[in-house]
């Protein structure tokens, strides 16, 4: 962490405010120690299964609920079969190499764009980027897109008068 906290421009507090470049660098460890912890298991499916003894209920009753559970089971597994089978193999096949190539790319581009502007600084209380003894700031997001745009020029036009 720096020594030295600008006072941001709308709320005049130092406490708050933090290098950019530090907040990302920081964000990006963390999202780094995240993606290497093992997922936690999943829950088991509910299973349907017919309630109660069936000591009050008529045949007919009896063989309307078995005909209703194996109609939902049936059904459970043509929609696994016909949806979430393909759609799991296309996830680990094209979908997930897909977000992790983007997910790199766009980490790649606020990593190379924040390490080009070391002057800019974040209030956290505001959520506004600015360069320390400017008047002037701009959203954390809208910052953040130019940075991920490489509009380096639209970025400092905007901060600086």
Request: net charge neutral; proline share 6%; aromatic share 4%.
């Amino acid at each position: 962490m720096s020594e030295f906290a600008p006072a941001c421009p709308k709320c005049g507090q130092h406490a708050a405010v933090r290098e950019l470049k530090e907040l990302v660098t920081a964000q990006m460890e963390r999202r780094k120690e995240l993606m290497q912890q093992p997922l936690p298991p999943q829950a088991p499916e509910p299973s349907v299964t017919a309630s109660g003894s069936g000591t009050n209920a008529s045949g007919e009753q009896l063989l309307v609920g078995l005909v209703t559970e194996l109609l939902i089971r049936a059904g459970g597994e043509v929609i696994r079969a016909a949806v979430l089978k393909p759609a799991a193999n296309w996830w680990q096949t094209k979908g997930e190499a897909a977000m992790r190539e983007r997910r790199e790319t766009m980490t790649r581009a606020l990593s190379e764009g924040v390490g080009r502007h070391p002057e800019l600084y974040l209030c956290a209380n505001d959520n506004l980027v600015f360069v320390a003894g400017g008047t002037r700031t701009l959203s954390a997001r809208k910052a953040f897109e130019l940075l991920f745009a490489g509009d380096d020029i639209g970025l400092m036009s905007r901060l600086n008068p």
